[in-house]
């Protein structure tokens, strides 16, 4: 492992140097393993595509002590712990209004319901959370489904939209402006701070995209709205 410090309350654990599904597993793994450590101090873990960032309270502890307990451990051993993580369902209404890129991928030789085909139903790895609190960066997309992002970014990208930007899929908590191609959305809102749950995810989650037609959009809208909608999902792994 490499730590590095480039604030005062932070320490930076770089574990490669690409994307990768063995680094991320490496970086939920060692999450894991300090949150079970319960070293005094730590306020927050936070992971990106190669590194995991911990942040301190100085008046608790301090870089050295913590670069001292981090450096006995086994980064290879962290392959072979079995971590728990949810598998989380995402309803997605495609095309129309919702999804108004769906038939852009015809240089892809795709049709929009081959394109619906490829990215629905299938395991996304949640790499990181970005951009906005709750944006998932996904791996896993098809490679017949990468594309560039817009040469001119939207203005205003609707919250739950879900779209692709280069070799990757994700989805917008919020309304934003965005350069992504927007496939479609979900009615399910993917950050609610009155949920016990503020994201639905994690670094380490997967997350599968179920298409939905618009009646059945409009119909978990009224049951998110009356509190009777219930997130599916599944646990997996162990410990």
Known sequence: MDIRQFAENALTIYMGDEIDERVNRQLVALRHHIEGMEVEGIDEIVLSYTSLIIYFDIF?????????????????????????????????????????????????????????????????LVYMLGFMPGFPYLGGLDEKLHKARLETPRVRIPAGSVGIGGRQTGMYPFESPGGWHLLGRTPVPLFDPGREETILYAAGDRIIYRPIDEAEYRRIEEDIASGDYEIKYEMKGGQ
Do not use: M
Not at 86 to 113: A, K, M, T, W
């Open 60 to 124: 608790k502890t301090d870089a050295r002590v913590l670069k001292e307990t981090l450096g006995d451990i086994d980064e290879e051993a962290l392959l072979e712990e079995e971590i728990e993580y949810r598998v989380i369902e995402i309803p997605v209404c495609y095309g129309g209004e919702y999804g108004p890129d769906l038939g852009n991928f015809q240089d892809n030789g795709l049709s929009e319901q081959e394109v619906i085909d490829l990215h629905g139903n299938k395991e996304y």
